[in-house]
């Protein structure tokens, strides 16, 4: 082992100093699995967003040593103070689960999510501007989940609600799918569906949910001016019954009759396209 390595935690640690640039590599040797509360970021897109976003716990980047001094850059830009570490190819294969990285991973902690009446207590100041959300009613897959969160952000939704049971936690995949939009829109976890339901309704929020058997055309959610919620179910059963019961409406979008139905993500981005024609923001 050279003088410039140290043992910790059962595997080698590198340090190498550049005398000219005065830049710092740290390579780490015998892979070792990241700790429990912390998560994989990968992808340019997604990791510049995350380390844009203030209230991400940022612990380490992984990369390559061809671009160590580009992301060195990019950190220093965002003026933080981040360890980069070094590894193979190899290496970061394994620690994103053998998921496309693009030579980068973003090391970090999940963002807190909020509770129902911490988002409405944050928006209770404006009365003057609607709000909008979209609930997910046990929608499990994660590359869903993200690629809602993603359309979300792009028409204007203010949060988006995710059940406490039967729901991804936030993870590299999740993350990716969303292209960052998860560092810029709030997220709410339920604990009871019906129950948030109800308080929504105390609030003045005009509750939908999307069915197919639904009574009303999608179409109608451009007239909505007021606060709205959208509800989906998940990817089989689409709403429960419970929840069924407690909204106000439900709607259905008109699909080829030789379709089934659509993927829960492309039937949210229809229906949030729908209910943002016509809003005007303050």
């Known amino acids: 082992m050279k003088r410039n390595s140290k043992k910790i935690n059962n595997h080698f640690t590198k340090v190498e100093k550049n005398k000219k640039t005065k830049e710092k590599k740290i390579f ?41 001094s580009k992301w060195k850059d990019d950190i220093n830009k965002f003026k933080l103070k981040l360890d980069i570490e070094v590894k193979t190819k190899e290496e970061m294969d394994k620690i994103n689960n053998y998921k496309p990285h693009q030579n980068a991973i973003l090391v970090t902690e999940p963002l807190k999510r909020l509770s129902m009446d911490e988002f409405l207590s944050h928006h209770r100041s404006n009365n003057q501007i609607p709000i909008r959300l979209i609930l997910l009613d046990e929608v499990t897959d994660p590359q869903n989940v993200g690629a809602i969160i993603r359309s979300a952000l792009a028409f204007k939704m203010d949060g988006l609600a995710l059940s406490q049971r039967n729901s991804p936690q936030e993870t590299s995949a999740l993350t990716k799918a969303s292209s960052g939009a998860i560092e810029k829109l709030q997220i709410i976890e339920l604990s009871n569906m019906s129950r948030e339901i109800k308080k929504l309704q105390k609030y003045n929020f005009s509750i939908y949910g999307l069915a197919g058997e639904g009574e009303k055309d999608v179409y109608e959610l451009e007239n909505e001016t007021g606060n709205v919620a959208l509800i989906l179910g998940s990817e089989g059963k689409g709403l429960r019954r419970l929840t069924k019961e407690n909204v106000d409406s439900l709607i259905k979008i008109p699909i080829n009759a030789q379709s089934d139905s659509l993927n829960v993500s492309n039937a949210a981005s229809v229906a949030m396209f729908q209910l943002q024609k016509n809003i005007t923001r303050i």
């Open 28 to 68: 780490h040797f015998n892979y070792t699995l990241l700790k429990n509360n912390q998560i994989p970021i990968s992808g340019r897109h997604s990791i510049l967003s995350a380390l844009n976003n203030k209230n991400r716990k940022l612990h380490y980047l992984i990369t390559n040593d061809t671009n160590f």
